[in-house]
């Protein structure tokens, strides 16, 4: 792969290559060697370094950006963040099936169209940049790359209680729970509601929330968490 494409590739990253082969090795695919019977090596060890980092990344930029949310919420935020959709669409933004190194037995249509292959070469390349510049440089093109989806991820999505749970029972009934409003109070600017969810008779959980949809999502996280005790 000529240098001045490598080059064109951190440019976008603001990046500049102190060691081209490791940039070069991130972007081979096992195919190009295999044929050859060649042990120079692939994007996998990397790409083995690249998940480490932007999970850490990643996982401290949720810390800062969302203070409100708890050990398991930050843990979906991360996972949705750093699942192959994400770095698939990560690694298209910056067109990384252009420059790879492929061996005849694939196509760089297939490099493109493939998920997995695509999301370990963006892993490959954070890796490299890592070994090559260290984490500062590193955490900065992370940042970069994820600042958008930090800002936006749709947390509401993730703390669907009352789709979980429901999902939970119908995985070992046809049923479907029931939510009753306990109690509720306050003025009608700051009303205060308490339910509780219920399957067969039997309490599974109770929530309060300053509404009636709010207190159900407490009251379905608070069955969940009893179920799973």
Same mark, same amino acid.
């Given at each position: 792969?000529?240098?001045?494409?490598? /080059?064109?590739? %951190?440019?976008?990253?603001?990046?500049?290559?102190?060691?081209?082969?490791? =940039?070069?090795?991130? +972007?081979?695919? &096992? *195919?190009?060697?295999? $044929?050859?019977? #060649?042990?120079?090596?692939?994007?996998?060890? +990397?790409?083995?370094? @690249?998940?480490?980092?932007?999970?850490?990344?990643?996982?401290? +930029?949720?810390?800062?950006?969302?203070?409100?949310?708890?050990?398991?919420?930050?843990?979906?935020?991360? !996972?949705?963040?750093?699942?192959?959709?994400? %770095?698939?669409? +990560?690694?298209?933004?910056?067109?990384?099936?252009?420059?790879?190194?492929?061996?005849?037995?694939?196509?760089? #249509?297939?490099? /493109?169209?493939?998920?997995?292959?695509?999301?370990?070469?963006?892993? !490959?390349?954070?890796?490299?940049? =890592?070994?090559?510049?260290?984490?500062?440089?590193?955490?900065?093109?992370?940042?970069?790359?994820? /600042?958008?989806?930090?800002?936006?991820?749709?947390?509401?999505?993730?703390?669907?209680?009352?789709?979980?749970?429901?999902?939970?029972?119908?995985?070992?009934?046809?049923?479907?729970?029931? =939510?009753?409003?306990? *109690? $509720?109070? @306050? &003025?009608?600017?700051?009303?205060?509601?308490?339910?509780?969810? *219920?399957?067969?008779?039997?309490?599974?959980?109770? @929530?309060?929330? *300053?509404?009636?949809?709010?207190? $159900?999502?407490?009251?379905?996280?608070?069955?969940?968490?009893?179920? !799973?005790?």
């Amino acid at each position: 792969m000529p240098m001045s494409r490598i /080059a064109d590739l %951190l440019a976008k990253l603001n990046v500049e290559a102190l060691s081209l082969p490791l =940039y070069e090795l991130a +972007l081979t695919h &096992p *195919s190009y060697h295999a $044929e050859e019977h #060649d042990c120079q090596g692939d994007y996998e060890r +990397l790409e083995f370094m @690249g998940d480490a980092i932007i999970s850490l990344v990643v996982a401290t +930029l949720i810390f800062k950006h969302h203070p409100q949310a708890d050990q398991g919420l930050m843990s979906k935020m991360r !996972a949705k963040l750093v699942q192959t959709d994400n %770095l698939f669409r +990560l690694a298209q933004q910056l067109e990384l099936a252009k420059y790879v190194k492929i061996g005849p037995s694939i196509t760089k #249509d297939i490099v /493109a169209s493939s998920k997995k292959i695509m999301e370990d070469m963006f892993e !490959a390349l954070i890796g490299a940049i =890592y070994i090559d510049h260290g984490f500062a440089i590193a955490e900065e093109v992370i940042t970069s790359l994820f /600042a958008s989806s930090i800002e936006s991820i749709d947390i509401a999505s993730l703390t669907d209680y009352k789709t979980q749970l429901q999902e939970a029972i119908q995985a070992e009934h046809r049923e479907s729970v029931t =939510y009753f409003v306990d *109690s $509720e109070s @306050g &003025p009608a600017h700051d009303r205060h509601f308490t339910v509780s969810v *219920s399957f067969g008779g039997t309490v599974l959980g109770r @929530g309060s929330g *300053s509404s009636k949809k709010l207190a $159900e999502q407490k009251a379905a996280e608070d069955a969940l968490k009893k179920k !799973a005790g």
